[in-house]
């Protein structure tokens, strides 16, 4: 079995943030593959399968600088290890809409991972990183993160979600290595990225 994680703040005020964006790619995930997310303790999660993988999904309840325990409490009720954990999340430093898989590293700043490498004691898990884009430089990353997407990037966000709904069922039945193959695709030429 393995753990599918989307990170976010709870509440209805920050459902469609940027923040939010991988709490949003694993509800539409839900949404595909017929699973139904009930609340449980600091999560919301169901159970279903990607073809012959059984998996669960998760959205934690708590502020995205808690993940870490909810997290840890669905892997022990699982009886998973880490290493069967996939964090979905928003990253800053990829173009909108960008999706770059890591089988495992460090938090690269985001909070909510960050509580969840040091709940867990260990940074060796996959990642599946959805970019946000980087705000103007007058503007607070922290206040960033918080804001809606805009009408145009609204309309992006359909796409964006059902994008990461396929890399995250070829990473589970596939393996991350042809995940990354496949999803890990360079912009197109005259496209500026940040993330190397």
Known sequence: MRLIVGLGNPGERYVRTRHNIGAAAVERAAQRWSISLRAAGEARCGQGCIGPVNVALALPLV?????????????????????????????????LGRLRIRPDGGHGGHNGVRSVIETLGTDQFPRVKIGIGRPAPDVDPAE?????????????????????????????????????????????????????
């Open 144 to 196: 960033y993160v918080l804001t809606s997407f805009t009408p145009d990037e609204s309309v992006l966000l359909e796409e964006i979600l059902d994008h990461t709904v396929e890399a995250l069922a070829c990473l589970v039945v596939e393996g991350p290595e042809r995940a990354m193959n496949r999803f890990n695709v360079r912009p197109e030429p005259g496209h500026e990225d940040s993330d190397g």
């Open 63 to 95: 502020w995205m600088n808690q993940s870490g325990e909810a997290v840890k409490a669905l892997l022990d009720a699982l009886v998973l290890p880490a290493d069967q954990l996939v964090l979905v999340h928003d990253d800053l430093d990829l173009d």
